[in-house]
């Protein structure tokens, strides 16, 4: 397995409120995951995810429709990832899309 590529290290900011971190920007490692089917489908619902993000850019359906989306594919990703992979892809998932983030979470796994 690749490991990942480090492009910019994190970086501490000193600010008046504290000192900030910033996360690491890396590539992450080229390998495929195995996914059986849970796994597609929680895949499938990242995609939701990122698709109801879209919406968010249309009038009047950014408040109706893209947040009920987003909690319905959000409450599936969370029964079907077990407990250590929901904590990954949450972790993964404040840097990168979700689709990208539930790949994250399966690769090395």
């Given at each position: 397995?690749?490991?990942?590529?480090?492009?910019?290290?994190?970086?501490?900011?000193?600010?008046?409120?504290?000192?900030?971190?910033?996360?690491?920007?890396?590539?992450?490692?080229?390998?495929?995951?195995?996914?059986?089917?849970?796994?597609?489908?929680?895949?499938?619902?990242?995609?939701?995810?990122?698709?109801?993000?879209l919406l968010a850019f249309?009038?009047?359906?950014?408040?109706?429709?893209?947040?009920?989306?987003?909690?319905?594919?959000?409450?599936?990703?969370?029964?079907i990832l077990s407990p250590?992979?929901?904590?990954?892809?949450?972790?993964?998932?404040?840097?990168?899309?979700?689709t990208l983030a539930m790949?994250?979470?399966?690769?090395?796994?």
């Amino acid at each position: 397995m690749f490991e990942a590529i480090n492009i910019l290290p994190p970086k501490r900011i000193g600010t008046p409120f504290g000192n900030i971190e910033t996360p690491a920007l890396e590539i992450p490692p080229v390998a495929v995951p195995h996914l059986n089917d849970q796994r597609r489908q929680a895949l499938g619902h990242s995609l939701g995810v990122d698709a109801s993000d879209l919406l968010a850019f249309i009038p009047y359906l950014e408040g109706l429709a893209a947040d009920s989306i987003r909690a319905m594919h959000t409450t599936e990703i969370r029964r079907i990832l077990s407990p250590t992979e929901y904590n990954t892809y949450l972790r993964y998932d404040k840097q990168y899309p979700d689709t990208l983030a539930m790949l994250r979470t399966f690769i090395g796994r």
